[in-house]
């Protein structure tokens, strides 16, 4: 049975493709109705993004800057934008080709990276391979570096073929092998005025070079094909290559629809793919558009990953309002409220910009452990600014929104919608009992966001919310 109100699949679409989505935010998708809303969504290049912060303007390449300044800017870059779909793809992507700042530490070289898939987030995958392969963050976090003539390093060659394309099982290791000897040469140098490199770490002036007489110009035979092939032809023949495109749509569809997808929905959009030179719109408006993705296997079928924990929760609520607020005041200043934010999202398991390996992150149900189960409770409190767990959140005023009905049932069904919980109805007098202990038979806006946060804790601890 499908979901059946365009409201019901704005929603899913909104909490799968999207950032979550306000109240408003889905009355204006879903304007021209539940396909209105997918092109809406997936035409953001018209949109203004809604955030205007430069990494220039908090981290200058001429000084030093810390990575959890970084990290806050994202974080800020997510709460804002008015463009989910973008961010959420930039995410996915973040997880498909995983770099850690454990390694890389240069903030202007890991920001880098962080733009190219946010400007390919959803154009052609052959185009943001070959972008992505160049990147210095890359080449320096898989050694491509010390891959000469006459030694060459595998570590890109397996990873390229092992994540990037192909999965396990589809290449031999003599393939691992020749395509390493493609890659030879390709290096990290520095652009004019920059510090020399090195080769134990990279710096702010870091960009792709081809050193020539580091590279095998003998012939190899990748796949099939025999020549002097180069990286570049190395990647084009991975992307010509029937199974990446049933990779990439296995990818896509586990994070966005449902795990273990059948064979024949993997065959549909693989096609899709191939039939578009692996244009990556294509697929994501082929997913949208499909019956299973609305089909009531779909709905709350994926666990919540600490984005689309934190992040949208935030966003229901307002919070992008008054990291907004403060961004008008000073630049630099407006990442003041991502700093609790920020913490969440590594207390949950998911630190930006620090995948815990090169597969990325586990997800499925390993978001949710006891000790994160934790976090979830406890993000309710530092939403609604009760918390005193530092770095501190702002402090989101809770008694505008219970102003139509500030009685604990108004409270519970306004926190229930905002936060879109898929809360049973027998579960609701539960909820009125947190709302009444709390001070809701008196509501005040002295007593308010207490009110919200015992409430909240309970919705963010309900099995059920925990899966979009």
């Known amino acids: 049975m499908a979901l059946e109100t365009d409201r019901e699949k704005g929603a899913h679409l909104l909490r799968r493709f999207g950032l979550g989505a306000s109240e408003a935010e889905l009355d204006y998708y879903l304007q021209d109705g539940y396909k209105g809303a997918v092109q809406r969504l997936l035409d953001y290049s018209a949109v203004d993004e809604g955030f205007d912060l430069t990494i220039e303007e908090i981290a200058p390449e001429d000084r030093p800057a810390p990575m959890p300044l970084l990290v806050s800017w994202w974080s800020a870059r997510l709460l804002r934008t008015r463009r989910p779909v973008q961010e959420k793809m930039t995410l996915f992507w973040h997880d498909h080709f995983a770099t850690s700042a454990e390694k890389v530490k240069a903030v202007p070289v890991m920001h880098r990276q962080n733009e190219i898939l946010r400007a390919n987030a959803t154009g052609s995958f052959r185009t943001l391979l070959h972008e992505v392969s160049k990147d210095p963050a890359m080449i320096f976090w898989l050694d491509n570096q010390y891959n000469v003539e006459g030694k060459p390093n595998e570590n890109f060659a397996r990873e390229v073929m092992e994540l990037f394309t192909l999965g396990i099982g589809h290449y031999s290791e003599k393939d691992v092998q020749e395509a390493a000897r493609c890659f030879t040469g390709w290096s990290i140098g520095r652009r004019p005025g920059a510090r020399l490199p090195n080769p134990q770490r990279v710096g702010a002036g870091a960009q792709f070079t081809f050193r020539v007489g580091q590279h095998d110009n003998g012939a190899k035979t990748v796949l099939g094909k025999t020549g002097n092939l180069d990286g570049d032809e190395v990647l084009d023949l991975l992307c010509d290559h029937p199974r990446t495109s049933e990779y990439l749509a296995t990818k896509l569809w586990e994070w966005f629809v449902y795990p273990k997808p059948e064979p024949a929905v993997v065959a549909r959009i693989a096609k899709v793919l191939r039939q578009n030179n692996l244009d990556v719109r294509r697929a994501l408006e082929a997913i949208m558009l499909s019956s299973e ?3 009531r296997k779909a709905e709350r079928a994926i666990y919540k ?3 689309d924990f934190v992040i949208a929760a935030a966003r229901q609520v307002g919070y ?12 630099r200043g407006g990442l003041a409220p991502t700093a609790g934010v920020s913490a969440t999202l590594k207390n949950m398991g998911m630190s930006l910009f620090f995948p815990p390996d090169v597969a990325g992150w586990d997800g499925g149900s390993s978001w949710v452990s006891t000790a994160t189960m934790i976090e979830r409770m406890k993000f309710a409190d530092k939403l609604f600014g009760v918390s005193t767990s530092r770095p501190r959140m702002a402090r989101v005023p809770a008694y505008p929104l219970f102003a139509g009905d500030p009685t604990p049932e108004g409270v ?5 919608s905002i936060f879109d919980a898929p809360i049973a109805a027998k579960k609701l007098p539960a909820l009125s009992d947190a709302a009444r202990r709390a001070g809701a038979a008196n509501l005040t806006p002295t007593n308010a966001n207490q009110v919200a946060a015992a409430v909240s804790r309970v919705i963010f601890a309900a099995p059920e919310f925990q899966f979009s």
Do not use: G, I, Q
């Not at 519970?412 to 229930?416: P, T, Y």
């Open 293 to 295: 993705f609305t089909s």
């Open 305 to 307: 990953n600490p984005v």
């Open 320 to 331: 992008s309002a008054l990291v907004e607020s403060a961004s008008a005041v000073s630049k």
């Open 412 to 416: 519970v069904r306004k926190l229930v």
